[in-house]
């Protein structure tokens, strides 16, 4: 009947693969009343016993702390009720049921006892089916009160990753479109923000004569077209799956086989920009109605990039670094508005689904050699 034999009886129960029975802590002075309680527990539960208040605190804050406790109220050293007190003080200890098992019948006692915290109060002598009934019952409840809490906690968590997830969605979506941002997020496809090289098919897309328009119209009319203009290209960005490097103003840089490899990027993007223009010049049209004269240049490089994270802490972009990016910049700055110009390594590879003819070769910026430039064929 000691906090000794519980633990060892612990033991047992666990490497015989049986429940382990809940701890019951009797508190008070008089052997005989300890005797009585623990022979009348001992057949259901584990029994320790503390012969005063200061063993009860021990015990109670022990390795193997009791599932209930019950508590006489006299005794000499603390009271029951001071026991009861400290217990409830202290957070260890706080949740742990108290009955109070005593001579003093007073209402008034009883009203203390359960106004410091006792779940039940219990006078003598002690009805044997009445205390095994409160006892089963207190700790079927605090059992049911731990698993809730376990619960709320468990559910916590998964609402702190559902949000984590719905964060991580938000900040991928910024670059990826919905399907690869949840391929990524299940784990179906490796983390993009590492850094990494891989050969890509970079779209670079501009428009023409957006410093005029500028200038002649107010900032209201600048969104206005730009919401336009985005809405309509980043709609062709989603449907092909390619990744938005970014915005840059009137223009954007986008890219294809990074994150996920596809089978044809090059072809890809060739007739993802086909569409764009198709689609931009229902907006030109649109924007003429409206005084405004713009066109869109378009220019496709493939290369290898080194791909990744680039910013600093509270404030990354997803980026590409390396010639093919200013390869595909500079051909959108020499593709005059309704043109797509296309390096000679992305023509050959788009070739097998989409037809390319030479458009001669030109001298860029940046490139010591004149470079080779393709663009589709009349038929598209």
Aim: net charge negative; glycine share 8%; hydrophobic share 45%.
């Amino acid at each position: 009947m000691t906090g000794r034999f519980s633990k060892s009886l612990d033991a047992m129960k666990s490497e015989a693969g049986q429940p382990t029975p809940a701890r019951i802590l009797v508190v008070d002075d008089h052997p005989v009343n300890r005797m009585l309680l623990a022979k009348l527990l001992e057949p259901y539960y584990q029994v320790m016993v503390a012969t005063c208040g200061h063993e009860a605190l021990e015990q109670a804050n022990s390795t193997t702390p009791p599932d209930i406790v019950l508590l006489d109220v006299m005794m000499p050293d603390m009271s029951g009720y001071e026991v009861c007190a400290k217990l409830k003080e202290n957070p260890a200890t706080h949740d742990i049921p108290i009955i109070f098992v005593t001579a003093m019948s007073e209402i008034e006692s009883e009203e203390q006892g359960l106004s410091l915290g006792a779940v039940d109060y219990l006078t003598k002598p002690i009805s044997t089916p009445i205390l095994l009934a409160r006892v089963k019952n207190h700790l079927a409840l605090r059992r049911q009160a731990t698993e809730l809490e376990e619960l709320n906690r468990s559910l916590a968590r998964r609402v702190a990753d559902g949000v984590a997830q719905v964060e991580r969605f938000s900040r991928l979506r910024r670059f990826f479109s919905p399907a690869v941002a949840d391929m990524l997020l299940t784990g179906d496809a490796e983390d993009p923000l590492k850094t990494h090289r891989r050969e890509i098919v970079v779209v670079f897309l501009d428009l023409r004569g957006y410093t005029s328009f500028t200038e002649a119209f107010g900032p209201d009319e600048v969104m206005r077209v730009l919401s336009e203009f985005h809405t309509a290209m980043g709609q062709l960005i989603m449907a092909y799956g390619a990744t938005l490097e970014r915005f840059a103003g009137d223009g954007m840089m986008i890219f294809f086989n990074d994150p996920l490899e596809i089978e044809d990027p090059a072809g890809s993007a060739v007739r993802m920009a086909l569409e764009m223009q198709g689609r931009f010049d229902e907006l030109r049209a649109l924007w003429q109605t409206r005084g405004y004269n713009l066109s869109m240049g378009i220019g496709i490089a493939q290369g290898v990039a080194t791909i990744g994270a680039i910013g600093f802490e509270g404030r990354r972009d997803y980026g590409a670094i390396g010639s093919v990016t200013n390869l595909a910049a500079r051909l959108c700055s020499e593709a005059r508005g309704g043109q797509i110009l296309i390096d000679q390594h992305a023509a050959n590879n788009a070739d097998t689904s989409v037809a390319t003819q030479s458009a001669g070769e030109v001298r860029l910026k940046g490139f010591a050699n004149p470079v080779a430039i393709f663009e589709p064929a009349a038929d598209h």
